[in-house]
């Protein structure tokens, strides 16, 4: 799992984003890179084998609504790996029961220096909760930073209310799971699991021990 620490300076200037580019309207067909080798856009960004290519892109997750399928889809399924994710971009869809795949495939990506896009139709609300999802964890930040840092970088995104409420249940989520691993008692008990299984190794090594020297040379074994 990734995870970054940031000290306050560095969180301001994550959140901040890069000051010197000014968007344009027809900036939200294209994507934007929202951490190091995660980017952002819409479907018509991934249509591109050139574009793709010149961005270094190796990995791809699409997410479309399941009536989008026919035309939302891998376009070069030998070039580049695809995860694909079916959903319905309304309020009412679950995206945390969905996050966790597609945080792990983002993150096997990263882990091998992949560059991942990840877009739906529109790049404006449905790939937008789950890459704002993903930066709240990675750098450890609050929901309302993630989401700044996300629109910071593509000014478009505009998660529907559904899926930003979603995004604040994310961060309480994440952070108690963060909690467990880190807690005393969840290390302690780790520790405890290993002694135990070394206590049953010992256990069967002197199992298989001899009891007594079968070549008479131990002068305990017993004289009959």
Request: hydrophobic share 35%; glycine share 4%; proline share 5%.
């Amino acid at each position: 799992m990734f995870r970054v620490k940031l000290n306050d300076e560095q969180l301001r200037n994550v959140v901040a984003g890069p000051g010197d580019v000014e968007w344009r309207y027809e900036m939200r067909r294209e994507c934007q890179e929202i951490l190091p080798g995660l980017l952002l856009g819409p479907f018509v960004a991934s249509k591109s084998l050139e574009t793709l290519q010149s961005l270094g892109i190796t990995h791809i997750v699409c997410i479309r609504d399941a009536k989008e399928a026919f035309s939302v889809r891998p376009r070069f399924p030998q070039q580049f790996t695809y995860m694909t994710l079916d959903v319905e971009d309304n309020e009412e869809q679950n995206l945390i029961r969905l996050f966790p795949a597609a945080k792990k495939f983002i993150d096997d990506a990263i882990s091998r220096n992949g560059r991942v896009l990840v877009h739906c139709n529109g790049g404006i609300s449905l790939s937008p909760a789950f890459v704002v999802m993903f930066v709240m964890q990675y750098y450890n930040m609050s929901w309302e930073d993630a989401l700044h840092t996300v629109q910071n970088r593509r000014y478009c995104i505009s998660p529907n209310g559904g899926f930003l409420t979603q995004i604040k249940e994310y961060e309480a989520i994440y952070k108690a799971s963060l909690a467990l691993e880190e807690s005393p008692y969840q290390n302690s008990n780790n520790v405890s699991r290993r002694k135990r299984d070394d206590d049953d190794d010992d256990r069967a090594e002197d199992r298989k021990r001899p009891l007594v020297d079968m070549d008479g040379d131990d002068p305990d074994a017993m004289q009959t």
